[in-house]
């Protein structure tokens, strides 16, 4: 039997990967640069949150097996990886 928490990642990387395959369709329909961009801008916002919300979901998980101070440095990691991405 799969875990709750491994099927609810599982579901929500197919549901991120779904909107991917969506909008590059979308891309190829409109055939316009312009609009490619405000739809791969809008994608930019969806990476991000599914990663934080699967780190959360996987970190809830597993909170009786991990410690505190690695749950703290994972969710730095990601803290970290974020800003580096918005910076110049």
Known sequence: MIETSLLMIIL???FS???DITA???MYKFNDLEKAFYINT????VGPTV?????????????EKISLTRM??????????????KSE
């Open 12 to 14: 929500l990387r197919i």
């Open 51 to 63: 990663l934080i919300i699967t780190t959360g979901i996987a970190l809830f998980g597993l909170t």
């Open 24 to 26: 590059a369709f979308f």
């Open 72 to 85: 703290v440095c994972l969710f730095s990691g990601i803290v970290l990886i974020l800003i580096s991405l």
């Open 42 to 45: 809008l994608l930019a916002l």
């Open 17 to 19: 990967g779904s909107i």
